[in-house]
């Protein structure tokens, strides 16, 4: 009978010292951490964690060594973790009606706590620590959704339904990655990131690699021939590089991927140049992992379930429903999802419920808008979200005697394809809006039809890989009359988030061809204005930082190079709260663009 490592024994006593012969617990800038590191660690986290009252602490860092070390020393010290998946300022305001201390990289206002300067507690007896038996049912986490179909949900979690997770991944898959390192393109701050690249390795004895990596390009061969697991995601491996070394080949022993499906293709291509085709996981933040597919030559796009988990399809409604150790308690949970039997241990996804949306008394598909968008020569990719907005009243005195009355519209998200960009640029938006219309009559409602377009060169991802409604919503946000043909054309770059921290972010923007800024700048050879580059460098910092409030100056500004239309550049941004500035760079594979620092405050600009 097969006993895979189990979770709750590892975590209450990791391995001991034996640096001479032990496989390094993680790796951080090509340097090996033992498992002495995580054991002093782990100690000195849970006496300052011991030392504080309350029970619920949150808990932010991108770099994944540190981020075990705090986490196990937390649940030692007997604290529940909140894991959001970052540090805007909105988020850490909610967190503040939650927790009663912050942990790792949040803002400085927050006052994380630190370890002692030694971060071995005042000098203690460097004696082997005695760690405490974790109990199953300790409430060890509180995760968030996505916020890929609506507002992000908090999650509590049991240490047990995270332990049988991991022994089921170790069933698994366990043979297949042997003893792989562990690399990743996905946070560690939501729960798929956190299964595959912190604990289920620390389970089963695997090495982390610290730092998550924001292309596969950074793959590199490892020292003596050494494997990795890739641990990505659909947007990850839709961005394939041109091409990939024999010994970059070489070092991957297996690929994941979640988040979403992942196109056959896609999984065909990963597999010719990354020399693994990707095993997909299917499951949600509430669930945890629920079945698995591996597109081989031959294999359908059924999923497999997983093992402990108990299924049946709901005769009403064709939903989904589990019985799975991985959830909180015993009892039938029903996913949002349709399916269709395959055999006993099989089934294929067929929509999601909660994308059945009623518009002026019509049910409609949104999954069914994005396949018959999909279907068309024109269209790479497509998301579709109903928008409810406030109808404007007419002015009175009584006006504020009723409420706001629900304008409802469907908006279309599209990566065009060659032939689609090739009419856009002839023919321009509003002809193409038009031709895709035109092209979904004959099988949706006039009602249903897209009322709203955007044109994109990728859909917006986050640190995890998704497309969120929120992302999606904000590249409506254009202000000007509706009726004008320039109202209609994008303001703002399409961003995936590479690298958040308390004072660093690294996004990639992708510039759209048709670009507002790019009209009259200059006609026949349009770049990117300076100013318009500014611009986004302050509306990103104020995104993700909590800046001084009054512009007052900009030094050492310098553009190097000029950014033309569908340009894929990083910018990054770093914050020095203390002298009030926030310096910028963007740079992209032909060098760096432009940079500068730029400071603030809370009076006047001086003149």
Do not use: C, M, N
């Given at each position: 009978m097969f006993n895979p490592p189990d979770l709750l024994t590892v975590l209450s006593a990791p391995p001991g010292r034996n640096p001479g012969q032990e496989r390094p617990f993680a790796w951080r800038d090509g340097k090996p951490l033992g498992h002495a590191y995580l054991v002093t660690q782990v100690d000195a986290w849970r006496r300052v964690l011991s030392r504080h009252e309350g029970s619920r602490f949150a808990l932010y860092s991108s770099d994944s060594a540190t981020f075990a070390c705090i986490l196990l020393g937390a649940w030692q010290a007997g604290k529940t973790i909140y894991l959001p998946g970052d540090v805007l300022p909105a988020t850490c305001a909610n967190l503040g009606a939650l927790v009663d201390g912050y942990l790792g990289e949040f803002p400085?206002?927050?006052?994380?706590?630190?370890l002692d300067v030694d971060g071995n507690s005042n000098g203690r007896s460097q004696a082997e620590p005695e760690f405490k038996a974790l109990l199953p049912d300790f409430p060890g986490l509180v995760i968030y959704t996505s916020g890929s179909t609506g507002e992000p949900q908090a999650v509590p979690k049991f240490l047990s339904q995270l332990a049988t997770e991991v022994a089921s991944l170790e069933q698994l898959f366990g043979d297949r990655i042997g003893n792989a390192d562990v690399v990743a393109t996905v946070s560690h701050q939501h729960i798929y990131g956190l299964l595959f690249k912190i604990l289920w390795p620390l389970t089963s004895g695997r090495a982390i690699h610290a730092q998550q990596i924001g292309y596969l390009e950074e793959i590199l061969p490892q020292p003596d021939g050494k494997?990795?697991?890739?641990?990505?995601?659909?947007?990850?491996?839709?961005?394939?590089?041109?091409?990939?070394?024999?010994?970059?080949?070489?070092?991957?022993?297996?690929?994941?991927?979640?988040?979403?499906?992942?196109?056959?293709?896609?999984?065909s291509a990963a597999g010719a140049l990354l020399g693994s085709i990707p095993v997909e996981v299917y499951g949600s933040s509430e669930t945890g992992g629920v079945a698995w597919r591996q597109r081989i030559a031959g294999a359908d796009d059924s999923w497999q379930v997983m093992p402990a988990i108990t299924w049946r399809v709901a005769a009403n409604d064709n939903v989904?429903?589990?019985c799975s150790p991985h959830l909180p308690d015993s009892g039938w949970y029903a996913l949002a999802d349709q399916v269709e039997l395959v055999d006993p241990r099989r089934f294929r996804l067929k929509g999601r419920v909660d994308r059945i949306v009623k518009v002026e008394e019509k049910r409609i598909s949104l999954d069914g808008l994005e396949r018959e968008l999909k279907a068309m020569a024109q269209v790479a990719d497509a998301r579709v979200l109903l928008v409810e907005q406030p109808e404007p009243r007419t002015e009175s005195k009584l006006k504020s005697t009723f409420k706001s009355q629900q304008r409802q519209r469907i908006a279309a998200f599209v990566v065009l394809s060659a032939a689609g960009r090739e009419i856009l640029a002839t023919q321009g938006k509003l002809a193409l809006n038009r031709m895709l219309r035109n092209g979904m009559a004959h099988a949706v409602e006039a009602v249903a039809l897209p009322r709203s377009w955007r044109y994109l060169d990728a859909m917006p991802v986050n640190a995890q890989g998704k497309t969120t409604r929120a992302d999606l919503l904000a590249l409506l946000e254009s202000p000007g009359p509706a009726s004008s043909d320039l109202a209609e054309l994008p303001r703002k770059p399409y961003v995936n988030v590479l690298a958040q921290e308390s004072r660093r972010v690294l996004l990639e923007l992708t510039v759209p061809a048709d670009l507002l800024y790019f009209n009259g700048h200059f006609d026949g050879a349009p770049v990117?204005?300076?100013?318009?580059?500014?611009?986004?460098?302050?509306?990103y910092g104020r995104q993700y930082f909590a800046l001084a409030p009054q512009f007052q100056g900009m030094l050492g500004l310098k553009f190097q190079r000029v950014i033309l239309p569908g340009a894929v550049v990083q910018l990054e941004l770093l914050h020095d709260p203390e002298k009030n500035n926030l310096a910028f760079r963007m740079a992209s594979a032909a060098g760096p663009h432009s940079s500068g620092r730029i400071t603030f405050g809370a009076g006047h600009a001086a003149s």
């Open positions: 400085p206002q927050y006052a994380p706590l630190t494997p990795v697991t890739l641990i990505s995601s659909p947007a990850h491996l839709k961005r394939l590089p041109a091409k990939f070394t024999a010994d970059q080949v070489a070092s991957i022993r297996a690929i994941f991927s979640s988040g979403g499906p992942l196109e056959a293709e896609v999984a989904l429903e589990i990117l204005p300076g100013v318009v580059q500014l611009d986004w460098a302050i509306s």
